[in-house]
C-alpha cells in the first residue's frame, strides 16, 4: 500500500522545490549580469586606454615631425648658404644652376634667402651692401643674371 501525503505536506515541498529552482535561476541571472558588467566595464577600459594610447603616439609624432622639420631647416640653410658662397666666389647664377641641377629661379630662390638670414638687423640700408660677416658683396661678372650693379674695386 502506498502512504497518502497529505495537501499540506506536498504544498511546502512544492514551495522548497520552487524556491529552490528560483534561487538557481537568480543565481545564474547574477552569474550573468556580473559578465556583462565586467565585458561592458573592460570595453569601456580598453577603448579609453586605446584613445590615450593613439593621443600619447600623436604628441610623440608630432614632436619627432617637429624636430625633423627644425633640422631640415637648418639643412636647407646650409645649402643655401652654399649657393651664396658659390655666388661669392663669382660664380654667375646660371652656372651655379647648372652645377647643382637646379634651374636658375630656385638658385636665385636661395641666395635671397641666404641674403635674408644674413642681413643685419635694421633693413637693407643698415649694413650699407655688407653682410653680417663684415664681407664685401660678390663682385659681378659682366654679363651675370643678376639685377645689383656691379661693385668697384678699389685699386
Request: glycine share 10%.
Amino acid at each position: 500500500m502506498t502512504k497518502r501525503v497529505s495537501g499540506a505536506g506536498v504544498n511546502r515541498s512544492a514551495a522548497r522545490r520552487a524556491a529552490e529552482v528560483a534561487a538557481l535561476r537568480q543565481a545564474r541571472l547574477a552569474a550573468h549580469e556580473a559578465a556583462v558588467t565586467e565585458q561592458v566595464a573592460a570595453f569601456f577600459d580598453r577603448s579609453g586606454r586605446a584613445g590615450a594610447l593613439r593621443e600619447e603616439a600623436r604628441v610623440k609624432a608630432q614632436r619627432v615631425l617637429d624636430d625633423a622639420d627644425r633640422a631640415a631647416r637648418d639643412l636647407e640653410d646650409a645649402a643655401d648658404a652654399a649657393l651664396d658662397r658659390l655666388r661669392r666666389l663669382d660664380e654667375p647664377v646660371a652656372e651655379i644652376a647648372a652645377m647643382t641641377d637646379q634651374s636658375v629661379g630656385t638658385v636665385r630662390a636661395a641666395l635671397a634667402r641666404a641674403a635674408g638670414r644674413s642681413a643685419p638687423p635694421g633693413g637693407a640700408g643698415a649694413g650699407a651692401g655688407a653682410d653680417n660677416r663684415g664681407e664685401p658683396p660678390a663682385p659681378q661678372r659682366p654679363g651675370a643674371l643678376t639685377d645689383a650693379a656691379p661693385a668697384v674695386a678699389d685699386g
